[in-house]
């Protein structure tokens, strides 16, 4: 058979040579059949494209995600129980300041601590990590095509695994004080995961495309995730708060922060209990709002819905922005 | 014939700043605005790659030849116009590109087949594959840190090629590994010709281009010069890109202190025509001005030619009779001739002096005073044309008639120590 370059450029009128479908034992290329794809390449962000590429790049993602696993903990002794040490540190001064010191009356303080503390753990690990993820694979970046916000939503992977680690010994946990969660209400933990998951991966492909630009992002993203995370009821009971709240008309902007309703939804679920009676005292102290499972139910619905929206633009900020990371980085 | 890549008036706009500040303090003191000097380092390319094609892009550093092939890929973003590729595409920018130090042959297979885009089945079903062509077998489960670069290029260009596009980039990666893993990845190279797969190739080496494309672009300062077949796009490469004056002239200085001093020098080529190069074997001559302020009665022409690595093609014997001079008082012209000229590919330049025949005094020598070059229209490569004459015949002795061979040239495909049987 005669081989491509004797036969330059012939316009169209040759005849074709006959291509073989079977080459060396393997069939693979046949003309015609894998040509169908026809990839364009432009200045434009084509959203419904990145959404089909993500889709299409699924098994990337896991795969990214197991990488940066088996990197974090490759040569520790202790591997994964090193992800368990810094929530369990973070878990264990809260639960001294407020239950020691403090001397809080309300029962289980832990388990109510770790209730928040798990959904805010998967936000906080994935937004924190995803700042440097872009700039950290510049390797790759310039030198691979591949949807590159795979690279922020792997971030979100590894704080998924965690967060899988996490709820392990929250359960647990569960079974060492004999607590259980509202049965009743458990339909609303996927609910709130899932919000939970949206709302991350907006959050981290923003900040990985923006860090590129702007190097201030990582160290800004810091600072910031200590207010938020203040800014949210984890460590103190939205019941304490929403009098406050309430005086000043600020409870909708206080619920408009995503991981709110998420934290409450997972402390309603798992912790189980709305209020408590503290010892010598006839009110009960309210932890949560008191309404039914329709009501948390009807937040995440508005957390997944928005989230979706930022989700989405988050994806065309990321598309603006990846045009020009092979020259920036 | 069908398309496989189309590129429609491609721009691509780089900002350089003056100095890098991205700091947010920066940017919010000059209102979110940076200064920066626009560059396009690409403008308006339009090219049509045609299925099976074996498509070469040639030009200098920074011609923008391997922006145009990121943009092809997908890793930058034109500023404007647009490329469709037909059916899938595998770039080879750099080989391992993205493998994990850390983790195994194994896991960086997967991962990086996965970058190229394979889905998890389609990378197991290819997975022995792959390691067998990396030659691999015994380290597949260490860590890729531990691997020599060999072993690092070899897995990379095994991962590469088994991604079995429909449309392979391939930026000048092809001479990765031992003599052996070379051929092997040109076997590869030839086999995906074969299969009617179009690859593209950014490489400054002429060579590779002759011998294994069948179009050349060559591009410059982001636009394209020219699109032709491999010979006449290597041609003005080095004419017009490289710089390189083609049978120039040039003026040079009078005559200071000594007797005799060499003026112009100037090259002529014995073809037809207006062109600027020679063909291998045409003849060439060389004349030199001579200034001399008394008779010299015995002065001798010595003529050198370098090639443009530097290295020396050929010197006159010095002392040659035939080279022997007179010059009279005022001077002459002294021409060297040379009847043919078995030079291949490239830019010569030629130096001369004269000196004295009886002693070892030296009256001028002007060294690479002028320059020629010598383009050729076949395949074969190298320095120089050698009379070649290639037969055949039987090995048993009934049968004592030579076959002549098909063509004299060797096999187009061929590069220096590849095996040639197969065409």
């Known amino acids: 058979m005669s081989l491509g370059v004797n036969e330059p450029a012939s316009a169209g009128s040759g005849p074709e040579p006959e291509r073989p479908t079977v080459i060396g034992g393997s069939t693979r290329f046949v003309p015609g059949q894998s040509n169908d794809r026809i990839t364009i390449v432009n200045g434009k962000v084509q959203l419904g494209q990145r959404l089909v590429d993500l889709w299409h790049n699924r098994d990337l993602l896991v795969l990214l995600t197991r990488t940066e696993l088996k990197v974090k903990y490759k040569e520790s002794a202790l591997g994964y129980a090193w992800s368990m040490l810094n929530p369990a540190l973070v878990l264990a001064i809260y639960y001294m300041i407020f239950k020691v010191i403090s001397k809080t009356p309300q029962p289980h303080f832990a388990i109510w601590l770790f209730c928040g503390l798990v959904a805010w753990n998967l936000f906080n690990n994935s937004a924190s990590a995803s700042t440097t993820v872009v700039v950290g694979k510049a390797g790759i970046i310039k030198k691979v095509a591949f949807p590159r916000e795979l690279l922020a939503m792997s971030t979100v992977g590894v704080a998924i695994v965690l967060f899988a ?87 909708w902007l206080y619920l408009a922060n995503p991981i709110a309703p998420i934290a409450m939804t997972f402390q309603r679920v798992i912790y189980g209990q709305t209020s408590y009676v503290a010892a010598g005292a006839t009110t009960p102290t309210q932890l949560l709002p008191a ?30 922005l990846e045009g020009n990371f092979a020259e920036e980085l | 014939m069908t398309t496989a890549i189309e590129v429609r008036e491609i721009s691509k706009q780089f900002k350089l700043y003056t100095e890098k500040r991205t700091s947010l303090k920066e940017r919010v003191i000059r209102g979110g605005k940076m200064p920066y000097t626009p560059f396009w380092a690409l403008q308006d390319i339009n090219v049509d790659i045609n ?78 594959e792959i390691v067998a062509f990396a030659e691999l077998e015994d380290f597949i489960d260490n860590q890729v840190k531990f691997y020599s670069s060999g072993m690092y290029v070899r897995l990379g260009f095994a991962v590469a090629v088994n991604v079995e596009p429909d449309v392979l980039l391939v930026d000048e990666v092809l001479a990765v590994g031992d003599a052996s893993f070379q051929r092997k990845c040109l076997d590869h190279v030839k086999k995906f010709q074969r299969e009617g797969r179009t690859i593209l190739v950014v490489s400054h080496s002429t060579d590779v281009m002759r011998q294994n494309c069948s179009r050349v672009m060559v591009m410059n300062h982001g636009k394209v010069i020219t699109i032709d077949e491999p010979g006449e796009g290597i041609r003005v490469f080095l004419a017009d890109l490289l710089g390189v004056g083609t049978l120039e002239g040039s003026e040079s200085g009078g005559i200071e202190g000594n007797v005799l001093a060499i003026g112009s020098v100037s090259a002529e080529h014995g073809g037809s025509g207006q ?55 005022g001077g002459g012209m002294v021409r060297f001739h040379f009847p043919e000229v078995p030079l291949l590919d490239g830019t010569y330049s030629v130096s001369v002096g004269v000196r004295s025949a009886t002693d070892t005094a030296i009256f001028d020598w002007k060294d690479q005073v002028t320059k020629f070059e010598v383009a050729n229209p076949g395949r074969s490569t190298g320095r120089v044309r050698l009379p070649l ?25 061929a590069l220096p120590g590849w095996e040639q049987s197969t065409a």
């Not at chain 2, 994990?100 to 991962?111: K, T, V």
Request: proline share 6%; charged share 15%; hydrophobic share 50%.
């Open chain 2, 389 to 413: 004459d290639v037969s055949f015949r039987l090995r048993s002795a009934s049968h004592t008639g030579e076959v002549p061979a098909v063509g004299s040239d060797p096999s187009p495909l």
């Open chain 1, 291 to 320: 309404y039914g499972p329709g009501w948390y139910a009807m937040m995440m619905g508005i957390v997944i819905l928005v989230s979706t929206g930022l989700f989405l633009l988050s994806l065309m900020v990321f598309g603006r």
């Open chain 2, 275 to 329: 062109r600027m190069h020679l063909y291998p074997g045409e003849s060439l001559t060389i004349t030199a001005d001579l200034d001399s302020l008394a008779a010299v009665p015995n002065a001798m022409a010595t003529i050198a030619i370098h090639d443009d690595g530097n290295e020396l093609v050929f010197a006159s014997d010095p002392d040659d009779p035939m080279c022997a001079i007179e010059v009279p008082e």
């Open chain 2, 51 to 128: 299925q099976g094609e074996t498509f070469g892009i040639l030009g200098r550093n920074g011609c923008g030849k391997s922006t145009l092939l990121k943009c092809i890929a997908g890793i930058l973003k034109p500023t404007s116009g647009e490329i469709r590729v037909r059916g899938s595409l595998a770039a080879m920018l750099e080989l391992g590109a993205g493998f994990q130090p850390d983790l195994s042959g194994r896991d960086n297979i997967f991962l990086n087949g996965s970058l190229l885009g394979l889905s998890r089945t389609e990378i197991a079903k290819r997975y022995d």
């Open chain 1, 165 to 251: 680690i996490q709820m392990v010994v929250l359960v647990i946990f569960l079974a060492l004080f004999q607590q259980a969660p509202d049965w009743a209400a458990l339909w609303l933990l996927p609910l709130a995961f899932i919000a939970l998951l949206v709302f991350t991966c907006a959050v981290s492909i923003f900040l990985s495309a923006v860090n590129v630009y702007l190097r201030d992002t990582q160290h800004l993203t810091e600072v910031a995730m200590m207010a938020w995370f203040w800014l949210t009821p984890i460590v103190y009971p939205f019941g304490l708060v929403a009098p406050h709240l309430k005086q000043y008309h600020l409870t």
